[in-house]
T-cell receptor, first 111, second 112 residues
Framework: QKEVEQNSGPLSVPEGAIASLNCTYS??????FFWYRQYSGKSPELIMS????GDKEDGRFTAQLNKASQYVSLLIRDSQPSDSATYLC???????????FGQGTTLQVKP | EAQVTQNPRYLITVTGKKLTVTCSQN?????MSWYRQDPGLGLRQIYY???????DKGDVPEGYKVSRKEKRNFPLILESPSPNQTSLYFC???????????FGSGTRLTVV
């Protein structure tokens, strides 16, 4: 089992729709969870962090965390073509400073 | 401007010729890390450092060395590069690890 798993996609949504991206992790003691956005040929950019169960909203982005189910998700409301990118879920190892990434989900927002 | 600076951005080299990719951050971050990114394999951690003179192996350390002699710099050294080290490399830094990492712009390395 991979430490952080994501569906590679592509996930295709129409402009204006809600995009839902999911991630599961295996380390039960992890406490810090992140979503990064990576445009083709660019470096990953941190867009959301979440540390406790529940929802965290920032603009059009909502991160959701369920530690019991070891599940993290990212919702993007009112999706725009500029949101088309690969979204990387990352989990900070519970005992070290290691940040472990999933393989990423490619999102395509179609005008 | 707060940033992580990697050099060079692009590098083509020959098998066996030692090289160093530099990484520097100006945010006084404690944590620094190197990743490589390959199609289908995602971002994989090579080495990381939680403080000066403290480094630890990531998931794919073979063929790489690092040093952390001062807080701001974390160079990646390939003593004898091989073609399977052709990849896109990212350096990243973080204040505490738990606040997330900031990534450099990347170094695209080709070993022929």
């Amino acid at each position: 089992q991979k430490e952080v798993e994501q569906n590679s996609g592509p996930l295709s949504v129409p402009e204006g729709a809600i995009a839902s991206l999911n991630c599961t992790y295996s380390d039960r003691v992890s406490q810090s969870f992140f979503w990064y956005r990576q445009y083709s040929g660019k470096s990953p950019e941190l867009i959301m962090s979440i540390y406790s169960n529940g929802d965290k909203e920032d603009g059009r982005f909502t991160a959701q965390l369920n530690k019991a189910s070891q599940y993290v998700s990212l919702l993007i409301r009112d999706s725009q073509p500029s949101d088309s990118a690969t979204y990387l879920c990352a989990v900070l190892s519970g005992n070290t400073g290691k940040l472990i990434f999933g393989q990423g989900t490619t999102l395509q927002v179609k005008p | 401007e707060a940033q992580v600076t990697q050099n060079p951005r692009y590098l083509i080299t020959v098998t066996g010729k030692k090289l160093t990719v530099t990484c520097s951050q100006n945010m006084n971050h404690e944590y620094m890390s190197w990743y490589r990114q390959d199609p289908g394999l995602g971002l994989r951690q090579i080495y990381y450092s939680m403080n000066v003179e403290v480094t630890d192996k990531g998931d794919v350390p073979e063929g790489y060395k690092v040093s952390r002699k001062e807080k701001r710099n974390f160079p990646l050294i390939l003593e004898s590069p091989s073609p399977n080290q052709t990849s896109l490399y990212f350096c990243a830094s973080s204040l505490s690890g738990g606040d997330g990492y900031t990534f450099g712009s990347g170094t695209r390395l080709t070993v022929v």
